[in-house]
């Protein structure tokens, strides 16, 4: 099973500032990362796929970067409505499909 | 639209059993893989289940251990989760997705999940 460790656990920035996420896999899945937003009483929501492409709908301040183990979500200038938890989810060798354990993107 | 409508969830005693149900919308529903993601309160997302677009091939997660069946009936557009031999570790909110195709193994549409209690 691929275990996927992000960082921090907690972020905490101001709007506008730049917020990078990190996700680091326990052995190579290539590019078949994803990373998911998850807002409080909300279902996730897919932000990147294939570690760098951006699903339907997301803004560009939205990027995914990375191959093998180390992969970075970053978002540019940050809105208020960006603070929310983030997954980072791998589907390059499964089953299992898993899951990072979530960095909390909060409001310093 | 792509709407995903689960239901089913409830409170339970342990051991006892529950059937989840996810109804599609707005897709083509016969045509995707579709899967159940779990998350127990204040936790993070764990992967439960995943079903081919024909019903065929499916995958679990090994934590299972087989108590859990996923399921679909395409005339429906309905997706189902079994659970049986239910657990305090268990209670969760149940999730379904539908997988992206261009990106097999991520899921591009959420429903809003059904809360699953698993308490005596």
């Known amino acids: 099973e691929i275990v996927l460790t992000q960082s921090p656990g907690t972020l905490s920035l101001s709007p506008g500032e730049r917020a990078t996420l990190s996700c680091r896999a326990s052995?190579?899945?290539?590019?078949?990362l994803a990373w998911y937003q998850q807002k409080p009483g909300q279902a996730p929501r897919l932000l990147i796929y294939?570690?760098?492409n951006r699903a339907t709908g997301i803004p560009a301040r939205f990027s995914g970067s990375g191959s093998g183990t180390d992969f970075t979500l970053t978002i540019s200038s940050l809105e208020p409505e960006d603070f929310a938890v983030y997954y980072c989810?791998?589907?390059?060798?499964?089953?299992?499909?898993?899951f990072g354990q979530g960095t909390r993107l909060e409001i310093k | 639209e792509v709407q995903l409508l689960e239901s089913g969830g409830g409170l339970v005693q342990p051991g006892g059993s529950l059937r989840l149900s996810c109804v599609a919308s707005?897709?083509?529903?016969?045509?995707?893989?579709m899967t159940w993601v779990r998350q127990a309160p204040g936790k993070g997302l764990e992967w439960v289940s995943l079903?081919?677009?024909?019903?065929?091939?499916?995958y679990s997660a090994d934590s299972l251990k087989g108590r859990f069946t996923i399921s679909r009936d395409n005339s429906k557009n309905t997706l189902y989760l079994q659970m049986n031999s239910l657990r305090g570790e268990d209670t969760a909110i149940y999730y379904c997705?539908?997988?992206?195709?261009?990106?097999?193994?991520?899921?591009?549409?959420w429903g809003q999940g059904t809360l699953v209690t698993v308490s005596s």
């Open positions: 997705a539908k997988e992206l195709v261009s990106a097999p193994g991520t899921f591009d549409y």
């Open positions: 707005g897709v083509n529903f016969a045509t995707y893989r």
């Open positions: 079903i081919g677009s024909g019903g065929t091939a499916t």
């Open positions: 052995q190579s899945v290539s590019s078949y």
């Open positions: 294939d570690a760098s």
């Open positions: 989810q791998q589907h390059s060798d499964w089953p299992p499909i898993t």
